[in-house]
């Protein structure tokens, strides 16, 4: 089985000085991701995303930062403080379309790696002193979900769970074990749970 696999990108953009979000009491005024091709965005900020602020009991937008490492697309969380409360990164595996015909259905799909929430207290990556913030994994998979479909990869996402993070995967998104490796523990999101992803928690 032919397994190449083509990074369809290729960035080479100037970085952009990060600033801190003001603190907003309305949807006026604050940049979502909702519209925006994330794909073709520079490195730094690019907008941003609601998050449920548990310390404070009230969502909260945190602003979404860019970057690009060795191939990588880096992305960052940062709350009103600039401080970091959770980051990912994701790969673009974009298969040659000669290859397609090899598998029942397109086995391009972005990859997400590195997923961490630092401000959960029951984790072992919590930073101290963070608020506690909910539906990160959400937004980083929604922001790949939004990569993958700009990137002519369907809506593909696959990941592979740490064993205390896969309920959150599983039960509460509704990803399964990828067929083509059953015992790897690699997790992908099926059909019928791509359209009710992108729509989770109001969506991007």
């Known amino acids: 089985m032919i397994t190449k696999i083509q990074n369809n ?31 073709m965005m520079p490195q730094g900020f690019i907008g941003h995303v609601s998050l449920k602020n548990v310390s404070k009991d009230c969502e909260e937008f945190v602003g979404v930062f860019k970057n690009f490492d060795s191939g990588l697309e880096k992305y960052l969380f940062k709350n009103d403080k600039d401080e970091i409360i959770g980051e990912f990164s994701l790969k673009i595996n974009k298969f040659f379309d000669y290859e397609a015909f090899l598998y029942e259905e397109d ?53 592979n769970s740490m064993p205390e993070a896969r309920p959150i995967y599983v039960d509460k998104i509704g990803m399964v074990s990828d067929p083509e490796h059953p015992r790897s523990g690699m997790l992908m999101i099926p059909a019928d749970k791509k359209e009710p992803l992108s729509r989770m928690n109001g969506g991007l």
């Open 9 to 39: 990108y290729s960035y080479n953009y100037p970085v952009y000085t990060c600033k801190p979000k003001p603190k907003q009491t309305s949807f006026q005024g604050i940049q979502r991701l909702t519209h925006m091709n994330i794909g």
């Open 107 to 159: 086995p391009s799909h972005v990859y997400l790696d590195d997923l961490f929430n630092y401000s959960n207290p029951n984790t072992p990556f919590y930073k101290k002193g963070l608020d506690h913030y909910k539906g990160l994994a959400v937004r980083a998979l929604q922001i790949a979900q939004r990569r993958s479909d700009e990137a002519q990869c369907v809506g593909n996402i696959k990941l």
